[in-house]
């Protein structure tokens, strides 16, 4: 779920709550996160957005803070995307992350996104590829 609670001109403000719902072994919450959301349009086409977040176990022992951005080119409803963002969580883990994805906008404040991250762990050079699919809802 997301709020614009500032808007002016080309940019604004938003607060963004949600889940992470793992449905690989059961359908379980993950996380829940929280953050804030500065978006950008340069054009009518092209936009930039920067997410500061915060998220958590639901049981609040393990946490992470993230910064990402994204930058897309709108061709009618649909928008290739490509995320670049820095993950620290509470286990020391430190990670780099990178996706390429679209977003998919039916109606005026409803998008799906789907993207395909690669993260990279950067004390012990792990690297991981995976799956993201969100639904983003915003109220103005």
Known sequence: MKYRFYEAQNTSLAVMGGLNISTINKFDIEQLGLGLILSHD?????SLDANLTFASSPNFNNYSVSALSDIGCYFGYFQPILELGYQFSS???STLISALGFTLEPAKNYLLVITVPYTYN???KSALVGANIAITITIE
């Open 42 to 46: 340069f054009t009518q086409n092209l």
């Open 91 to 93: 286990t020391g883990k």
């Open 122 to 124: 950067v004390l012990n």
